[in-house]
């Protein structure tokens, strides 16, 4: 028989009375170091908000004010619950697989292979890797733009979108380097305090703007494309669920993962909803794309954009960390810093360069992003592997003493047999009603809109929101948007697209 990876072995099945010094009377891991659940918290909470903010306003609408922000709400506790089951699933591959207690490049990818086999495994690794790198995309588009307008509002002068997103590449690239989470804990920690300070200034604008602007809400005519991308944006907005098991991997208490969630989710649904409600009420059928072209103080507006840009900038680091990693995985990289990971991952910030070029549009990319990678590794995957994972569980503990004593118990043979002797009828049948209401709920959710989502998002972005690629610029320029648009990034407000508080702005209804 071939031999396998580290992460693919099995070993011993240990009795629940046998602990060694660093773990817990459950067999949980209990570290001399690492982050709290309290920092593991804001970890997350850094690493999912931020983008998400700026677009949702515009989503919500294209849901409809009502529904949009009914879904919103839903998404967040969907999110919450699946983070909470995909960290159960995590803890218990540790807890029957001992290896995997100790650094592990792609802990995501194994859940799913310990729950399914080899070919979940690969379906896991191509999602996850495909999502994150979408995610990076979206950050350094996201940072790019941004730089623009704030290059137009300090200098008056207009820095091209391409050329900024080279600046942005080049100064996260470094950055990188750094081996994992545990490594650059206060890149998340500036990430999270950039977007609390931008989420509390966006809201005070909006406010402000009630009264400039002087709008009245108004429901838009449903639009398919934008309805059904919109659902792929919000997924979008709380999903990053792939590089939790990473981040719990580096807990001094990964059990306590739950809480983090917990807390993670609360602080991005504080964050989300009253920009979102507000932004709507104050702008109307003049939302941007991003809120921040809405917010009419001047210095408002070029304080959210400075903050979200570091909040981009950071968060990019975390999420290429398990893509890089896995890369590295495949080609056979050692673990420690050299030669080899600095050309993997340079050569992948360059890969991440040419699609950024490639694409110039964030709004359709975050529908794609989060219709395919997101609605599966963020709320398909957690509940299918929990559900297997969870009866795994069961059955596992009861035959542990027995197994112990088996001599053929060395091998990974009896594992394989457990798991291939209870399929999905089993499952259910041994999962409590509430975990399987929530289940059923979230699967038939988040398959609907993986599907929709992901189809209309290609349809918007290779038609009604296409630009050339930089790199083609020279067979046809970028679309004229007008000298308005090269001097100034505010959008006019009001009922007739009129009001503003700068010289100049951009005049245009969205719906």
């Known amino acids: 028989m071939p031999s396998k990876s580290r992460g693919e072995s099995s070993s011993n099945l240990e009795k629940s009375s046998d602990h060694s010094p660093n773990e817990d009377s459950n067999g949980y891991l209990d570290k001399k170091s690492g982050m709290g659940w309290v920092v593991t918290g804001l970890f997350v909470a850094g690493e999912l908000a931020g983008a998400g903010m700026i677009a949702l306003p515009l989503s919500v609408r294209a849901l409809g004010f009502y529904f949009g922000n009914a879904f919103l709400l839903l998404s967040g506790c ?80 207009k820095l091209d979108y391409c050329f900024a997103a080279v600046i942005i590449t080049m100064i996260i690239t470094p950055f990188t380097m750094l081996k994992s989470p545990k490594d650059f804990w206060w890149a998340m920690m500036l990430s999270i305090g950039c977007t609390i300070a931008a989420v509390i200034l966006a809201f005070c604008g909006a406010t402000s703007d009630l009264r400039t602007c002087d709008d009245t809400l108004t429901v838009p005519h449903f639009e398919y494309t934008a309805a059904f991308t919109s659902l792929g944006n919000v ?20 059990q306590k993962f739950g809480l983090a969630s917990i807390l993670a989710y609360f602080i991005i649904t504080m964050l989300y909803s009253p920009i979102s409600l507000v932004a709507n009420l104050a702008y109307n059928a003049n939302l941007a794309p991003s809120v921040i072209n809405n917010l009419q103080i001047e210095w408002i507006q070029e304080s959210v954009n400075i903050l979200i840009t570091v909040h981009c900038i950071t968060t990019v680091i975390l999420v290429m960390n398990p893509v890089m990693q896995t890369v ?49 590794t963020s709320f398909l995957f957690p509940v299918l592997f929990y559900l297997q994972l969870n009866v795994l569980d069961q059955k596992m503990v009861r035959i542990e003493n027995i197994r112990a ?16 002797k209870f399929g999905l009828v089993e499952s259910l049948s041994m999962t409590s009603w509430p975990h399987l209401i929530a289940i059923g709920g979230i699967f038939v959710i988040s398959f609907f809109i993986m599907i929709v989502a992901t189809l209309f998002a290609i349809n918007d972005l290779a038609t009604a929101s296409f630009k050339m690629p930089c790199y083609l610029r020279w067979i046809k320029d970028w679309e004229d948007e007008g000298d308005v648009v090269d001097v100034t990034p505010v959008y006019c407000c009001g009922k007739f697209s009129n009001i503003t508080l700068e010289p100049q702005c951009i005049k245009k209804n969205f719906y």
């Open 78 to 157: 969907m999110a919450a619950y699946t983070s909470i089951i995909l960290g159960r699933s995590w803890l218990i591959v540790q807890k029957h697989w001992p290896e995997y207690r100790h650094h592990c490049r792609d802990p995501y990818a194994q859940i799913g292979f310990r729950s399914y086999g080899v070919w979940m495994k690969r379906l896991v690794e191509i999602s996850v890797n495909l999502g994150m790198f979408g995610m990076a995309v979206i950050f350094v588009v996201v940072s790019s733009k941004n730089v623009n307008d704030a290059v137009k509002q300090f200098a008056a002068l």
């Open 405 to 420: 004593r088996e001599e053929e118990s060395e091998s990974s043979s009896g594992k394989t047999m457990v798991i291939c």
């Open 235 to 254: 997924m979008l907005a709380y999903g990053g669920h792939a590089c939790f098991p990473t981040i719990q991997n580096d807990m001094r208490q990964p």
């Open 328 to 376: 590295e995985e495949i080609m056979g990289a050692p673990d420690d810093f050299g030669f080899h990971r600095i050309v993997i991952r340079s050569g992948m910030m360059l890969l991440l360069l040419i699609v950024v070029e490639t694409f110039p549009e964030f709004a359709p990319l975050m529908g794609l992003v989060g219709g395919f990678a997101f609605s599966t």
